[in-house]
């Protein structure tokens, strides 16, 4: 096909977001569907982190309507507009929140995925009762033990995810991880899944760009897709 043929939705970099969301789509499916499970269970977050806003234009004209941000400022410059264009649209938040931007985060955000400690679960609560927005909050899991990255200690989690949905009251409806980059990341989907099987948990948010096939097969219900639908990011 000649490179001056382009679709409706790629724009001037020349990245097809509707070509690649079905591309990865089509992948999930085929997963999905060899490991017999249906290819509806597992939700698609557009990761659109550092994207210029015409991407993200492309990808809701295009159809989608799950995103997801990692910083709190940066979704606050673009998310407010676009999300009253597309009332629909469900925002996730997947990058580390200090609690003092606890208000922010529950007015913007629909689901908090990066609940890792007490005085966090707290402040949410407090913003969700003041606001009246009671948004699903998934514990984030440092499954690789890592000291840098956020998440909650493996031997904490049961304890914490207790704290969290009966202390505290927050709805939490499941576990979300970031595998070490130098590990097999498969091995880390399966623990998640086993923490959240334990706990009673139904969602399982894991698997990025390079492996979120592999997620899907341990059981993921939200795959969180930035690169592969929107290309390379310019930084960040
Ligand atoms: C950036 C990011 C992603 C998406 O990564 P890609 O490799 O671009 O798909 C997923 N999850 C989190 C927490 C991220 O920060």
Same mark, same amino acid.
């Given at each position: 096909? %000649?490179? =001056? =043929?382009?679709?409706?939705?790629?724009?001037?970099?020349? $990245?097809?977001?509707?070509?690649? !969301?079905? /591309?990865?789509?089509?992948?999930?499916?085929?997963? %999905?569907?060899?490991?017999?499970?249906?290819?509806?269970?597992? $939700?698609?977050?557009?990761? %659109?982190?550092? *994207?210029?806003?015409?991407?993200?234009?492309?990808?809701?004209?295009?159809?989608? #309507? &799950?995103?997801?941000? @990692? #910083?709190?400022?940066?979704?606050?410059?673009?998310?407010?507009?676009?999300?009253?264009?597309?009332?629909?649209?469900?925002?996730?938040?997947?990058?580390?929140? *200090? $609690? @003092?931007?606890?208000?922010?985060?529950?007015? =913007?955000?629909?689901?908090?995925?990066?609940?890792?400690?007490?005085?966090?679960?707290?402040?949410?609560?407090?913003?969700?009762?003041?606001?009246? =927005?009671? #948004?699903? +909050?998934?514990? *984030?899991? @440092? $499954?690789?033990?890592?000291?840098?990255?956020?998440?909650?200690?493996?031997?904490?989690?049961? !304890?914490?995810?207790?704290? +969290? #949905?009966?202390?505290?009251?927050? @709805?939490? &409806?499941?576990?979300? +991880?970031?595998?070490?980059?130098?590990?097999?990341?498969?091995?880390?989907?399966?623990?998640?899944?086993?923490?959240?099987?334990?706990?009673?948990? /139904?969602?399982?948010?894991?698997?990025?760009?390079?492996?979120?096939?592999?997620?899907?097969?341990?059981?993921?219900?939200?795959?969180?897709?930035?690169?592969?639908?929107?290309?390379?990011?310019?930084?960040?």
């Amino acid at each position: 096909m %000649s490179e =001056l =043929l382009m679709t409706d939705s790629q724009i001037n970099d020349g $990245t097809d977001i509707a070509g690649n !969301f079905r /591309e990865v789509h089509n992948k999930i499916i085929t997963i %999905s569907k060899r490991t017999d499970r249906e290819g509806g269970e597992v $939700t698609l977050v557009a990761v %659109s982190k550092v *994207q210029p806003v015409a991407k993200i234009e492309a990808a809701l004209t295009a159809g989608h #309507r &799950v995103f997801g941000e @990692n #910083r709190i400022q940066e979704a606050q410059s673009k998310w407010p507009a676009l999300k009253a264009l597309y009332p629909d649209v469900t925002l996730h938040l997947i990058g580390p929140l *200090q $609690t @003092n931007k606890a208000k922010d985060a529950v007015a =913007l955000f629909d689901v908090i995925e990066t609940l890792d400690r007490p005085k966090l679960a707290e402040a949410l609560k407090q913003e969700m009762d003041r606001q009246d =927005l009671h #948004r699903p +909050c998934y514990i *984030q899991v @440092n $499954t690789g033990e890592e000291s840098q990255k956020a998440g909650v200690a493996l031997a904490d989690v049961d !304890f914490f995810v207790a704290k +969290c #949905r009966d202390d505290i009251g927050l @709805n939490i &409806v499941g576990l979300m +991880c970031i595998p070490p980059a130098d590990e097999e990341a498969a091995l880390h989907f399966a623990l998640l899944r086993d923490i959240a099987r334990r706990n009673g948990l /139904e969602f399982l948010s894991m698997g990025m760009s390079g492996d979120f096939e592999a997620a899907v097969e341990l059981g993921a219900t939200h795959v969180r897709v930035g690169t592969a639908i929107f290309g390379a990011r310019e930084h960040g």
